[in-house]
């Protein structure tokens, strides 16, 4: 099974071997080498490695557990695919509790919003400028998580982190780098802006409904993907959903 490059990275060394051949599939699902569906062939795995079964599988473990793989007793294991169903949760989930983050980070007197978001925004138009796809997406996924750092609630900053992990994020992206960078850019200008003179009250129904024209903007225009409403994010199933979830 052929995945990333083999040679250990300097922040790899000093890891067990189960940790390493961990780190070696995160990078190669996250970085595409390994697409939704493909079959992970445990020997070939541990060969390319060269390390025993045994870490392999409890490196499997570990990603099952995350949400990255799926094992199946009679056909073994698979990268994990998404419909898009499950990505319109992901992303009613997330409006919702960024919603709370952002309500949170506003209400706290000792955080000055924008001395910490305007950095990574200037990240992100760097990115853009640049025309890279790797630093916008590094950069967007910062400016995120920053927000909901800054809630200072570790369990919606916990809950958040699992549900946008970085394969969704890549799923996401995929879909959006159709749209030209600088708009994208401008999009995350606005959001921020957003963020910064929206009155508190308000806040946590800006963010879904910004996300509600995320959505809209990045699944509706490639595909007949089912859009949602702010209040009540309908989706008809009855419009070609199974060819749709076909082509993730």
Known sequence: MATAKTKTDKKDRGLSAGERVEAHLRKAIYAGTLRPRQRIIEEDLARELKVS???VREALLRLERDGLVVTTS?????IRDISFTEIGVVF????K?????????????SIDPY??????LKRLKAAAEKNSEDRFFH???ELHRTIWKASNQPLLYGTLDLVMNPYIFMIARAYSSQVPMDRRFEHHERYVKMLLKTPIARIEEEVERYFSGVYTQTFDRISPFPSFALHGWSADSKDGSAIRQSRL
């Open 53 to 55: 079964r045994g870490p």
């Open 74 to 78: 009679r056909h073994g294991t698979f």
């Open 92 to 95: 009613r989930m997330r409006a």
């Open 97 to 109: 509790l960024e919603g709370l983050c952002a309500r949170y980070m506003r209400e706290d007197a």
């Open 115 to 120: 001395n910490l978001l305007e950095p990574v």
């Open 139 to 141: 950069a967007d996924m």
